[in-house]
């Protein structure tokens, strides 16, 4: 069974830094795109960040570009999200999610579960 | 600026068939944006139900379809049900890599 497993959420104060961890088990994790999806509280759902397979492409949504670096340990099964320099409107569940294939125009398959980061003094 | 448009809301009677479009302020969409759409209910992860424009992921119900309508990707419930009132986003690849989802619509089934 595919599961992915986020961690690494918590409150961080404005300008603060924290690091995501997404988990996967049940696939050869080395073989497809992962990505990171955000969703405010009561807002909609907002795509974040991709990573290719392996590694080599990483792409950001302007939202986040300049402060957020997406990166995957192939070894580990596990896709990260460093943030930087958080703002109050980066609050947000963030999710990761498995493509069905090795670059991001695959679509999305599976998800986690969630992981909750709030910014804010 | 690109924008996905989707309806902010929806209401279908339960047995009834309803279809919820998704598209581009600018542009028509086509099956080259794989459009996808995913299901989300209150307090839950998103559960993938069409992908590629219109194969439902596994153990989806064949009353969930999706297609291009028009210049719009489409999704189409078909005896809707109870269990269906949900949050429903559809999800554009809008080429490098980018990604891109609609504001979302909140199906009421009453």
């Known amino acids: 069974e595919v599961q992915l497993l986020e961690s690494g959420g918590g409150l961080v104060q404005p300008g603060g830094s924290l690091k995501l961890s997404c988990t996967a088990s049940?696939?050869?994790?080395?073989?497809?795109?992962m990505s990171w999806v955000r969703q405010a509280p009561g807002k909609g759902l907002e795509w974040v960040s991709s990573?290719?397979?392996?590694?080599?492409?990483?792409y950001y949504a302007d939202s986040v570009q300049g402060r957020f670096t997406v990166s995957r340990d192939n070894s580990r099964n596990t896709v990260y999200l460093q943030m930087n320099s958080l703002r109050a409107e980066d609050t947000a569940v963030y999710y990761c999610?498995?493509?069905?294939?090795?670059?991001?125009?695959?679509?999305?398959?599976?998800w986690g579960q969630g992981t909750t980061v709030t910014v804010s003094s | 600026q690109t924008v996905v448009t989707q309806e902010p809301s929806f209401s279908v009677s339960p047995g009834g068939t309803v279809t919820l479009t998704c598209g581009l302020n600018s542009g028509s969409v086509s099956t080259s944006y794989y459009p996808s759409w995913y299901q989300q209910t209150p307090g839950h992860a998103p559960r993938t139900l069409i992908y590629s424009t219109n194969i439902r992921s596994s153990g989806v119900p064949d009353r969930f379809s999706g297609s291009i309508f028009g210049n719009k990707a489409a999704l189409t419930i078909t005896g809707a049900q109870a269990d269906d009132e949900s949050d429903y986003y559809c999800l554009l690849y809008m080429g490098s890599g980018i990604s891109m989802f609609g504001g979302g619509t909140k199906l009421t089934v009453l």
């Open positions: 999610a498995v493509h069905r294939g090795n670059y991001p125009s695959e679509n999305l398959d599976v």
């Open positions: 049940g696939f050869t994790f080395s073989n497809y795109a």
């Open positions: 990573i290719t397979a392996s590694g080599r492409g990483t």
